[in-house]
């Protein structure tokens, strides 16, 4: 219970006893009227009068406060080191309130200016405003796609994947519905010319609202409102950060060398700490460091004001004075170009270095503001540092491929954790998520190089098994389809059969899952072909299943069922439980299709069993989701609609999408046959957004049903 309603509640329950108290002395006052009976009317009533107005006070204040605790923030920290601005602060902080009349704010200001840090501070200050707390994107390094995508995951309950839809077109009506019921700061940091952020913003009567910082003043999201302009640092806050980086006393005494240090680096804040740190890491007086600028052209601004000019003078410098070490490391941060940060331990492998080493690097390249710690042993660079550090960093350096030989590794590692099962299984799904660009990004240098480079190829075909189960839950079957067919090529010219015939099967399962039943059979008979002829027999029985499954999907259940107890008796075999409670599962299905279900029953509580033995959560939910269909074909609905219930919270919990949509389908029926037809329609809608998204076939069934729904 909150404060405010105990509260209420105590004023409700004292509120007649005092009334009990004043009839009472009333009463009596009729019987003795004395000096006595009035004052002792006089203290009741006054007593009443004094604690109505401080327990009216205080709900004022109460009803102020938001009534629940603020929601996450995702905004990076501000730096400790971050000054002036105060106007700046104090206007955006006036306007960033939950249901502002004006709902969206901006700043613009060139690169380096600091709109970045700005926004920082700001959200720090109003973070506990908002219920659902403060969202965060640099729009530089991230689809907009991704952005919406990752924080409906982040608002809703149950950690959806994806918001339904293919594009971004489609996505933001319902990104749109989502927060239109939310209470939280959107910030929209680096928006880039043509990104269109405009579909993405609360609609109007929400409670959301939105920050965004650009360079560009004539960005369609700001048409019609005023944004604030960003200029460069004042005199007084240039030397106001003068003096915490360098010292009072040490600033102070070089006055005028500071202050034709601003002048030549532009006022622009990244320039003036960046300069003012490279004085000191380097003992430097400001004169000195102002001859160096003066050599890397920064003199030229003095004449011919140029911000950019002077923004890479700065960025030249203090280049040119790095030890070789840390140029090496500054030139490396360029292959970490695709997410919003990276780990100390990618850094290592890239830099073919101790983790220690590589750690102290870092903080060495921190030191000298060049780069951002963000917590977690994860860092970020600015994105005009960014753009600085590709032009160090040759693109047959050897550097990249380290990247990519790093992050197929830490696909296997997700790997690995999902195998686990149970919450092990979940933090899998969430390494290989807050590395799912770095990977993307590792698996592509392997493709583009897979002609020149021998390791490249090795990487085509390893990118697809790291991380076999993560990627079936997270990639599109169409990206699918890409991956393993680079990965056979690659392991045809790697003379690797093993490889070939997996891949060969898992190409099968994208075709299968895009609805080409025939095309997949095709695979799975060559990957089956390959299985035997070097006598892996765990490949075997998967390649059975899955010929099981397609044959399944063609209505042949017998042929399916013979498919399917070659391939668990092989699980067995071998102890494959994992595969073994697939198996089960699926002879379940076989059987319920064959009209035989409660013999279907069994083997799903069979499967359903080892999926809790070995915390697999996958499993678990496919065969909550088989008992709820197989409830519902006995006629027990709302016994089904539980299973159904179950299996749809799993499904959401590890972002399995396809299943997702299934359990919704089948409770839209179930909603259905008890009559309740809005609910059904609403579950199927769901359901049909999902199928459309992944492109799965059963889509068109949803649709009939739907339309007999308006018919």
Not at 21 to 49: D, H, I, M, Q
Not at 521 to 548: Q, S, T, V
Not at 681 to 702: F, G, K, N, Q
């Amino acid at each position: 219970m909150t404060p405010k309603r105990i509260l209420i509640l105590a004023f409700v329950l004292i509120l007649p006893a005092l009334g009990l108290a004043g009839a009472t002395a009333l009463g009596w006052l009729r019987f003795e009227w004395s000096l006595r009976g009035v004052l002792t009317v006089f203290v009741v009533y006054s007593s009443w009068f004094a604690l109505l107005e401080g327990f009216t006070k205080l709900l004022e204040r109460l009803s102020k406060q938001p009534s629940e605790r603020p929601g996450p923030s995702q905004a990076p920290s501000p730096i400790p080191d971050f000054v002036g601005r105060k106007d700046q602060i104090r206007r955006l902080t006036h306007a960033l309130k939950p249901g502002a009349r004006a709902a969206i704010t901006g700043v613009v200001g060139m690169g380096g200016i600091g709109k970045t840090e700005l926004a920082k501070v700001v959200a720090d200050k109003v973070k506990g405003r908002y219920r659902d707390g403060v969202l965060w994107a640099d729009c530089g390094q991230k689809r907009l796609v991704d952005i919406i995508d990752g924080w409906a995951g982040t608002l809703t309950e149950y950690k959806m994947e994806k918001l339904p839809g293919d594009d971004l077109a489609a996505k933001a009506p319902h990104w749109r519905g989502l927060i239109s019921r939310k209470e939280a700061l959107l910030i929209f940091d680096n928006v880039q010319l043509g990104q269109e952020i405009e579909p993405l913003f609360p609609p109007p009567g929400s409670r959301s609202t939105v920050l965004i910082t650009t360079r560009h003043a004539d960005h369609p999201a700001l048409r019609g409102i005023e944004p604030l302009r960003l200029d460069q640092f004042t005199p007084a806050e240039a030397m106001d950060l003068a003096e915490r980086v360098l010292g009072r006393g040490a600033a102070r005494a070089q006055r005028a060398d500071a202050e034709r240090l601003f002048k030549l680096v532009g006022y622009l804040p990244l320039a003036v700490h960046i300069a003012l740190s490279l004085a000191k890491v380097n003992g430097w007086s400001l004169k000195e460091l102002n001859q160096e600028l003066e050599r890397a052209g920064a003199i030229r601004v003095l004449k011919e004001p140029d911000t950019e000019r002077s923004l890479r003078a700065t960025f030249q410098t203090a280049w040119d004075n790095l030890p070789e070490e840390l140029q090496r490391a500054f030139a490396c941060l360029a292959v970490f170009n695709q997410g919003p940060s990276f780990d100390t331990i990618a850094m290592a492998d890239v830099m073919e270095a101790e983790e220690r080493d590589a750690r102290a690097l870092l903080n060495r390249l921190t030191g000298r503001s060049l780069l951002t710690p963000v917590g977690d042993g994860r860092w970020s660079l600015h994105p005009s540092l960014r753009e600085f550090a590709a032009e160090k960093l040759p693109d047959e350096d050897p550097a990249w491929g380290r990247m990519a030989a790093h992050y197929v590794k830490v696909a296997g590692a997700a790997h690995e954790l999902y195998l686990r099962g149970g919450e092990d299984l979940l933090r899998g799904l969430h390494l290989f998520d807050l590395e799912w660009p770095h990977i993307r990004a590792g698996h592509e240098w392997a493709v583009q190089h897979a002609e020149t480079e021998e390791e490249a190829v090795r990487l085509c075909s390893a990118y697809p098994d790291a991380a076999a189960y993560c990627l079936d839950l997270r990639q599109h079957p169409r990206e699918m389809v890409a991956w393993l067919e680079a990965a056979v090529e690659a392991a045809r010219r790697l003379e690797d059969r093993a490889a070939e015939g997996r891949h060969l099967g898992n190409l099968g399962n994208a075709y299968y899952l895009l609805g080409e039943v025939r095309k997949a059979i095709g695979y799975y008979e060559k990957a089956l072909e390959i299985a035997r002829e070097i006598g892996d027999r765990r490949g075997e029985g998967n390649h059975l299943g899955n010929l099981g499954a397609a044959y399944h999907r063609l209505g042949d259940y017998r042929k399916a069922i013979g498919y399917y107890e070659k391939a668990l008796e092989i699980d067995r075999e071998i102890g494959d439980r994992r595969g073994e409670g697939n198996r089960l599962g699926n002879l379940g299905l076989a059987y319920a299709d064959l009209g035989e279900v409660r013999k279907a029953i069994g083997y799903y509580e069979k499967a359903l069993e080892i999926a809790r033995e070995i915390g697999d959560r996958r499993i678990e939910g496919n065969q909550l989701g088989n008992l709820g269909a197989a409830y519902h074909r006995l006629g027990d609905v709302r016994q089904a609609i539980g299973y159904y219930e179950k299996a749809l919270e799993i499904a959401r919990e590890i972002g399995d999408r396809r299943n997702e949509g299934n359990w919704l389908a089948n409770m839209g029926q179930a909603y259905k046959e008890l009559g309740d037809v809005d609910k059904a329609r609403e579950l199927w809608e769901e359901a049909l957004r999902i199928y459309e998204e992944i492109e799965d076939p059963r889509a068109e069934r949803v649709r009939g049903w739907l339309g007999e729904l308006e018919g």
